[in-house]
Nanobody, 124 residues
Framework: QVQLVESGGGLVQAGGSLRLSCAAS????????MGWFRQAPGKEREFVAA????????YYADSVNGRFTISRDNAKNTVYLQMNSLKSEDTALYYC?????????????????WGQGTQVIVSS
């Protein structure tokens, strides 16, 4: 069982930056690949980024590639999402998630545990 708690969301102007954090409970954090998803009002939840167990591999949604960076610190049981050059369309509730057997997927079904989300609002 893994419990995930996101933080770092807030209100930022377009072009600005935010760093989201997701703290995981338990001693098996490094057994999970981690992902970030987001859900904008009236839209489906969508994949944002993922990072492998050791942090050596990452992949991103086309919409954020080059602007967002996912990273993790297994000693701190934390995964991060650095978001730069934010746009109004990045406004959403951001969720982190942990998975064990579906590395490479962009689907929610590839993740076993979810946090409650942290709100990001980008004003134009």
């Amino acid at each position: 069982q893994v419990q995930l708690v996101e933080s770092g969301g807030g209100l930022v102007q377009a072009g600005g930056s935010l760093r989201l954090s997701c703290a995981a409970s338990g001693r098996t954090f490094s057994s999970y690949y981690m992902g970030w998803f987001r859900q904008a009002p009236g839209k489906e939840r969508e994949f944002v980024a993922a990072i492998s167990w050791s942090g050596g591999s990452t992949y991103y949604a086309d919409s954020v590639n080059g602007r967002f960076t996912i990273s993790r610190d297994n000693a701190k049981n934390t995964v991060y999402l650095q978001m730069n050059s934010l746009k109004s369309e990045d406004t959403a509730l951001y969720y982190c998630a942990a998975g064990r057997t579906g590395w490479g997927t962009r689907k929610q079904s590839g993740y076993d545990y979810w946090g409650q989300g942290t709100q990001v609002i980008v004003s134009s």
